[in-house]
């Protein structure tokens, strides 16, 4: 399967605990991004990285947020103190960087966290 | 004010029944549009980017109206296996690293 994987694909902790995610994009894909969806809405944007770098990162993203790409292969989202209010469904994506055409995002198929 | 918004609907059509969706963008700088397919408990997946001259995938055809600033999604011929929620995505300007996500459109066609 070459399309984008994330582990794991549930996730239960109770609240206060750090949780993390991982993703591994598409190989050749440089761009990486973390999206959180709840229900009823649309993805909401994280923040993304462009190789190695974090290029971008949401105002929504609070201090106990932390995303890594250290080789600019696959990517970690760690939450620190969990919070009833982060319980949704984070979504990994990628996309190979192409400056002049329509960027296309190739979504995996997510982790369902539930904080108790 | 939401940067893209969408009716949720739902929108409920028997089968064959041409429906279509709107979306509207607030910025005007926006420069690439698409429509995503998002399946009950699944992950988003491409539908097909929106050109400004317009452009068309067998029964989805796809529009975009600059001026006032919305893009839209037909569906002719209704199928039972269009039933899901429609995303519609604004990405502010070329090369930008954020898609902007509106909260969807959810259509259920019923026999």
């Known amino acids: 399967d070459t399309g984008v994987s994330q582990n794991p694909r549930h996730k239960i902790t109770k609240r206060g605990q750090n949780v993390t995610f991982r993703c591994d994009p598409i190989s050749e894909h440089n761009r990486l991004y973390w999206y959180r969806q709840t229900l009823g809405q649309g993805p909401e944007f994280l923040t993304y990285f462009q190789n190695e770098a974090q290029l971008e990162k949401s105002r929504l993203l609070s201090d106990r947020f932390s995303a890594e790409r250290p080789k600019g292969s696959f990517s970690t989202l760690e939450i620190q103190r969990t919070e009833q209010g982060d319980s949704a469904m984070y979504l990994c994506a990628s996309s190979l960087d192409r400056s002049t055409t329509n960027e296309k995002l190739f979504f995996g198929s997510g982790t369902q966290l539930s904080v108790l | 004010r939401k940067e893209v918004e969408q009716d949720p609907g739902p929108f409920n059509v028997p089968e064959g029944a041409t429906v279509a969706f709107n979306c509207t963008y607030s910025n005007s700088a926006s420069q690439s549009f698409f429509w995503y397919r998002q399946d009950c408990r699944k992950e988003p997946k491409l539908l097909m980017s929106v050109y400004s001259s317009g452009n068309e995938d067998g029964r989805f055809t796809a529009q975009l109206n600059r001026a006032s600033q919305y893009i839209s999604l037909l569906i002719r011929d209704s199928k039972l296996s269009d039933s899901a929620t429609y995303l519609c995505?604004?990405?502010?300007?070329?090369?930008?690293?954020?898609?902007?996500f509106g909260d969807g459109t959810t259509l259920t066609v019923k026999p």
């Open positions: 995505v604004v990405i502010p300007y070329t090369n930008a690293g954020k898609s902007t």
